[in-house]
């Protein structure tokens, strides 16, 4: 018996070398495994054993197929390997050629945090509202209660297209494209660029970006205005941040006030960053003017709004901790990595 099986698996290595296909490969496996099989049958020998030589010859029988099965794995794998190749060289592509890694892009922090501001206005019920970069004096000037003599007008700050329009040097404008299409309650942001002749330095670049606020209804107060501002700066910089308004003058708001929070480096007791005065300047604010009401068409004496324009860069810089904005601006793949 014992001889039996060496001739089996002797048989059975050198016929399933030979085979050529996976069909091949499937007839082998019937003939030597399937229940047909040598092996097969002696399994049923077994009974005719002494019974304290059955455990050992089962083991064998065992091993046997094992041995077997593996034959037929290997020239399986084998022929697999081979079809591959030909195929390859029939394209002429090398398919066992390592790939190219591309790397995936991540998204600019000032794409980062303008999606958190949006998110946070979203939360608190404002809708987004969009703009346009090249604009006409109406909309960055005129309907914003500007006079006609203001230096923001000027050429030294705002860059004028050759064809009369301009490049919008406040997200404000969105306010006056907001209150001529639609009517009270308004309660909106919108975040966009912005274009200024101004040099750049480490707090100053031509393009910025703002994020614009305005709510306007019945009974709409100040103290929404500082509610709103102290809400928004919690959730952007944590629970502990406090914020406040001082007296300040813009001509589309009355009364006008500058917006600042406690410094996110120290916590109000003076560092570098606060350049000692423990607050973080973050924009503009104010009550629309009842000028800009008048102008826009809106019942100046049945509603009341207030508005805001947040600096996003600003608050990037704040929370990443950059120094200098003009580092937002350049394109340093460096920089943009640890964003990715
Ligand atoms: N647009 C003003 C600026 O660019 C900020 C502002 C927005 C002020 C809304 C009042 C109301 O500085």
Redo the contacts with the bound molecule.
Sequence with gaps: MQAKLDELIKAARAEIAQAHSPNDILNLKAQYLGKKSVLNSLYSELRSLNPEDRPAFGQKLNDARIQIEGFLFEQEKSLKLKAWEQKSQVSGIDLSMPGIIRQRGGLHPLTIIQREIEDTFMAMGFEIAEGFDIEDEFHNFDALNTPEDHPSRNLADTFYLDNGFLLR????TV?VRVMESYKPPIRIISPGR?YRNDKPDPSHSPVFS?V???VVDEGISLSDLVDTLQHFASIMFGGKVRSRIRPHF?P??EP?AEMDISCVNCGGTGCRVCKNSGWLEM????MVDPNVFQILGIDAEKYSGF???LGIERIAMLKYHIPDMRILFENDLRMLRQFS
């Excluded at 040097?169 to 404000?172: A, E, F, H, I, V």
């Excluded at 924009?283 to 104010?286: K, R, T």
């Design positions: 040097t406040q997200t404000s306010q912005c703002q614009e606020a305005l813009f589309f708001t006008s924009g503009g604010a104010g508005a805001f324009g």
